[in-house]
């Protein structure tokens, strides 16, 4: 069974620097896209980061220059730096790989971690 | 504001058919049949109901399918379950610079 298990999150200063980490198990980072994405509270998805297989990388224009991918084969898994987080970067952040048919990809996500909060505090 | 327009709400009673709309453009949702649909309930990540537009992942009931006419994508659900109460995301490859995926607002189902 795919899996993915995230770790890290909590409440931070504004200013602050957090690294969120995404665990796979059932399948292999490095050879899927994974994405991250975001929720704030009482709001809709929003697309954060993505991953290529090769090693690319996607940042939304909200956070790009502040947020970085990287990724450990050894621990099969993805994390996310957030560095001088803003107020309205507080939400609730999911990784998630995206569904591979035959080797091709759909831009859907079909495996999503349980989600972690991220709070900016004053 | 979101890239894909997508009705606040929507209602239906058990049993009924209901039709939840995601209206982009020729960059995005007119020009690629890469559009998902997403079913989040309370406190729950995002689950895949559809993706290229009308295929369901393996255990999505045939309940849910998919469409496109144009710049529109469409989610129908019918034979409506207490449990599909929820809200629904659509989504797109676009080609626009910078962004991999882009996403409706999210529509609330009340059954």
């Known amino acids: 069974e795919e899996q993915l298990v995230q770790s890290g999150g909590g409440l931070i200063q504004r200013g602050g620097s957090l690294r969120l980490s995404c665990a796979a198990s059932?399948?292999?980072?490095?050879?899927?896209?994974m994405s991250w994405f975001r929720q704030a509270p009482g709001k809709g998805l929003e697309w954060v980061s993505t991953?290529?297989?090769?090693?690319?990388?996607y940042y939304a224009d909200s956070v790009r220059g502040r947020f970085t991918l990287s990724r450990d084969s050894s621990k099969n898994t993805v994390s996310l730096q957030l560095n001088s987080l803003r107020d309205e970067d507080t939400a609730m952040y999911y990784c998630?790989?995206?569904?591979?048919?035959?080797?091709?990809?759909?831009?859907?996500?079909?495996?999503w971690g349980q989600g972690t909060t991220v709070t900016v505090t004053s | 504001q979101s890239a894909l327009t997508q009705p606040a709400s929507v209602s239906g009673s058990l049993g009924q058919s209901i039709t939840v709309s995601c209206t982009g453009t020729d960059s995005d949702i007119g020009g690629y049949k890469y559009v998902s649909w997403y079913q989040q309930h309370p406190g729950n990540p995002p689950k895949l109901l559809i993706y290229d537009v009308s295929v369901r992942p393996s255990g999505v009931s045939d309940r849910f399918s998919g469409s496109k006419s144009g710049n529109t994508a469409s989610l129908t659900i019918s034979g409506l379950q207490a449990e599909d109460e929820a809200d629904y995301y659509c989504s797109s490859y676009t080609k626009r610079i910078n962004t991999y995926v882009i996403l409706g607002g999210g529509t609330k189902l009340t059954v």
């Open positions: 998630a790989k995206e569904i591979s048919v035959a080797g091709h990809t759909y831009y859907g996500m079909d495996v």
């Open positions: 059932g399948f292999t980072v490095t050879s899927n896209f």
């Open positions: 991953f290529y297989s090769g090693g690319g990388t």
